[in-house]
């Protein structure tokens, strides 16, 4: 939103850097310590450097649909704390009762403010020609839904359209590395554990261990795909800030 908020002010160029580039910059010019004060020399220095490109954002009904998957996925995260609370008062007995009808009644609610926001950003889609048309093309694919559909719409249409093909599989969290070392090292290509666009959504109930103990799946953070990284900006007639 910073991004959003520098862009609308008069006056200003708005440049957003990969942070995967800062981190570089800073560890080529042999930076070890990590402080606020050597965060912001190295930001400097490098936009000193390189060469501003100035951040156009996406068209505004992108980025609604975009807010309503980010809610849709804040809210599967809270149904599945409800059903882990659930799950474990189902095992506390009779003096549980109330607690786990109350939370059965706000599972059922989640459940319908999920399927509420589905259903906007469905409407949302229908109302734009082109949106439309990027929905029937990928429900088209064999195991993809609507629900899915507006997932991938929503995170991939932030993304620059001159994306290589290599970039488009780093962005989605599948980044085989190649290693080459000399004549004598070739190593196999390998998936790196960078992030990738999207939540891993946890299971509702975990991996059981036996009858009173279960362990909650763990749910990695996505990168925010219209704000990928440092916001750097400058004022149209001069310097940089």
């Given at each position: 939103?910073?991004?959003?908020?520098?862009?609308?002010?008069?006056?200003?160029?708005?440049?957003?850097?990969?942070?995967?580039?800062?981190?570089?910059?800073?560890?080529?010019?042999?930076?070890?310590?990590?402080?606020?004060?050597?965060?912001?020399?190295?930001?400097?220095?490098?936009?000193?450097?390189m060469p501003f490109t100035a951040w156009q954002?996406?068209?505004?009904?992108?980025?609604?649909?975009?807010?309503?998957?980010?809610?849709?996925?804040?809210?599967?995260?809270?149904?599945?704390?409800?059903?882990?609370?659930?799950?474990?008062?189902?095992?506390?007995?009779?003096?549980?009762?109330?607690?786990?009808?109350?939370?059965?009644?706000?599972?059922?609610?989640?459940?319908?403010?999920?399927?509420?926001?589905?259903?906007?950003?469905?409407?949302?889609?229908?109302?734009?020609?082109?949106?439309?048309?990027?929905?029937?093309?990928?429900?088209?694919?064999?195991?993809?839904?609507?629900?899915?559909?507006?997932?991938?719409?929503?995170?991939?249409?932030?993304?620059?359209?001159?994306?290589?093909?290599?970039?488009?599989?780093?962005?989605?969290?599948?980044?085989?590395?190649?290693?080459?070392?000399?004549?004598?090292?070739?190593?196999?290509?390998?998936?790196?554990?960078?992030?990738?666009?999207?939540?891993?959504?946890?299971?509702?109930?975990?991996?059981?261990?036996?009858?009173?103990?279960?362990?909650?799946?763990?749910?990695?953070?996505?990168?925010?795909?219209?704000?990928?990284?440092?916001?750097?900006?400058?004022?149209?007639?001069?310097?940089?800030?």
């Amino acid at each position: 939103m910073f991004a959003l908020a520098l862009h609308r002010a008069k006056n200003v160029e708005v440049m957003v850097v990969n942070p995967r580039a800062i981190k570089d910059f800073s560890r080529a010019c042999m930076q070890r310590a990590k402080t606020d004060a050597v965060d912001a020399g190295c930001i400097l220095e490098y936009l000193e450097r390189m060469p501003f490109t100035a951040w156009q954002p996406p068209a505004p009904e992108i980025l609604k649909l975009q807010a309503i998957n980010r809610r849709i996925e804040q809210l599967h995260t809270e149904l599945t704390r409800e059903k882990n609370r659930c799950h474990a008062a189902q095992f506390a007995g009779t003096s549980a009762d109330a607690i786990a009808h109350d939370i059965e009644i706000n599972i059922r609610h989640l459940e319908r403010r999920i399927e509420r926001m589905q259903e906007s950003g469905l409407q949302l889609v229908r109302r734009v020609p082109e949106l439309a048309t990027k929905l029937a093309h990928l429900v088209s694919a064999k195991g993809i839904g609507e629900v899915s559909a507006i997932r991938l719409l929503a995170e991939l249409l932030v993304l620059p359209d001159d994306l290589a093909a290599a970039q488009w599989v780093a962005h989605a969290g599948l980044d085989p590395r190649h290693y080459e070392s000399g004549t004598s090292v070739h190593r196999p290509r390998r998936i790196s554990n960078q992030r990738g666009l999207f939540n891993s959504r946890p299971s509702p109930k975990g991996r059981e261990l036996g009858p009173q103990h279960s362990v909650g799946g763990v749910a990695s953070s996505s990168t925010n795909a219209f704000q990928p990284g440092v916001v750097s900006s400058r004022q149209n007639h001069g310097g940089r800030l």
